[in-house]
């Protein structure tokens, strides 16, 4: 695979798997039922670490949303 051609499949994954993450924890951390699965489950440090993802989620949902777009306007 030539190196142009790699640069060109990753810049079209990688917003969409920042897209999905933020969709993903984003929904899973707004859902009662998986939050309190995760109270009684986790130990307190991942716990904490967990729930610490949800800024990271926001600004993956819309900095993906807004590659993907980029991608589709050009």
């Known amino acids: 695979m030539a190196p142009h ?3 060109d499949t990753l810049d079209k994954l990688v917003p969409w798997v920042a897209f999905a993450y ?4 984003i ?3 707004n ?3 998986l939050l309190r699965l ?6 307190e440090p991942h716990r ?3 729930f610490s993802h949800l800024p990271l989620a926001w600004v993956c949902l819309f900095a993906g ?5 980029q ?3 050009t």
Do not use: N, S, Y
Request: with cysteine; glycine share 6%.
């Open 22 to 25: 933020g969709c993903i924890m």
């Open 31 to 33: 859902q009662p039922a």
């Open 38 to 43: 995760a109270e009684t489950r986790l130990p």
């Open 5 to 7: 051609a790699l640069h």
């Open 65 to 69: 949303g807004i590659w993907i777009l």
């Open 71 to 73: 991608d589709l306007w």
């Open 27 to 29: 929904f899973v951390l």
């Open 48 to 50: 904490t670490r967990f």
